[in-house]
């Protein structure tokens, strides 16, 4: 998990991972979701 703090010092961009997804968030001036997903490995 990584977040950074804005200008003003508000920590509203977020990133989680983990292996098979990425979440970005951002809070200003409103909230932004992008979402990637990896498919399932085949076996």
């Known amino acids: 998990m ?3 703090k804005n200008q ?3 920590r509203d961009v977020w990133h989680f991972e983990d292996p098979s ?5 951002r809070g200003a001036p409103h909230v932004h979701c992008w979402a990637h997903i990896r498919p399932p ?3």
Do not use: I, K, S
């Open 2 to 4: 990584t977040f950074f």
């Open 8 to 10: 003003d010092g508000v």
């Open 21 to 25: 997804r990425v979440w970005f968030f």
């Open 41 to 43: 490995q085949a076996a």
